[in-house]
């Protein structure tokens, strides 16, 4: 089963959450419900169902995200449901989720890390459909250069450069 939940009116506007019930499956910076139902219909196989109580994994996030947002949480806790994701992308997305609060790294470190050092512009794309940004924290991955390098959330780049400077990694 799978449920979504959202949180409201943060800085970066409407957050979806999507949780099957071993843990988190689609976080979504977007704002149409719609699309994020079906792409997550689309990851987990299964129908989204609406519950008034979306169940302690929904509401952990929420809770989580509102904190992150306020300044006061540096570390997530909320399972995730790594079952959906295809082998690379999950030895990719296992080395962004590790990457700590304030600190950022490359793609090439990445590629890197995972025994694959000219495999850049696969974990490029690895991170590019990350189906849980912030809680698995693409943002924190810059290019060789030290710049960023697209955002696939609403607000693009500029959104990535303001989480960024929410966590105080990254000055513009």
Not at 78 to 96: A, C, G, M, N, R
Not at 163 to 168: A, N, R, T
Request: net charge negative; with cysteine; glycine share 12%.
């Amino acid at each position: 089963m799978t449920t979504i939940g959202k949180l409201e009116n943060t800085p970066i506007g409407t957050i979806w959450v999507a949780a099957s019930d071993s843990g988190l499956v689609g976080v979504s910076l977007w704002d149409d419900e719609q699309q994020f139902i079906s792409e997550i219909a689309r990851l987990t196989g299964e129908a989204v169902e609406f519950f008034d109580d979306p169940g302690p994994v929904i509401s952990g996030a929420l809770v989580e995200l509102d904190a992150y947002f306020r300044g006061e949480l540096r570390e997530f806790l909320t399972p995730i449901d790594w079952s959906i994701l295809k082998p690379f992308q999950l030895d990719v997305l296992e080395h962004v989720f590790a990457i700590p609060y304030g600190r950022t790294t490359s793609y090439r470190a990445i590629a890197e890390a995972i025994g694959r050092p000219g495999a850049m512009r696969a974990v490029g794309r690895a991170n590019a459909t990350n189906p849980i940004p912030i809680i698995i924290p693409c943002h924190r991955v810059l290019g060789a250069d030290g710049k960023l390098h697209g955002y696939g959330a609403r607000g693009g780049i500029e959104t990535k450069a303001w989480l960024l400077q929410l966590e105080g990694s990254w000055l513009i």
